[in-house]
């Protein structure tokens, strides 16, 4: 078996023991995870992701945040078309 046909054949309930030896450190029999192992399953558990589940489902996936405008507060409420505009630089002393 290679490695693609390996990772084709994790089922959820896979993933999820993948998830839990990552987290806890241990196997479901109590038997400490190894470093490799740890980061075998971390690949693995991407890869299943990648796969099988949205981005935003994805461990660790963090939300963009929207986007924050930084002009003036008058300037915020014109037409995009708008501001492609050259605008003067303000000096603050």
């Known amino acids: 078996m290679n490695l693609q ?3 084709n054949s994790i089922t959820p309930e896979i993933y999820e023991n993948l ?3 990552i987290e806890l450190g241990k196997w479901l029999d109590g038997n400490k995870i190894s470093a490799e192992q740890r980061e075998l399953c971390m690949q693995a558990v ?3 992701e990648h796969k099988h ?3 935003e489902n994805h461990t660790g996936y963090i ?3 929207p986007h924050a405008y930084c002009g003036d507060d008058h300037d915020h ?6 501001a492609e505009q050259e605008k003067p630089v303000k000096w603050i002393e």
């Open 5 to 7: 046909q390996l990772l």
């Open 19 to 21: 998830k839990r030896a």
């Open 46 to 48: 991407i890869a299943y």
């Open 53 to 55: 589940l949205s981005p």
């Open 63 to 65: 939300p963009p945040k």
């Open 77 to 82: 409420d014109h037409d995009h078309e708008h």
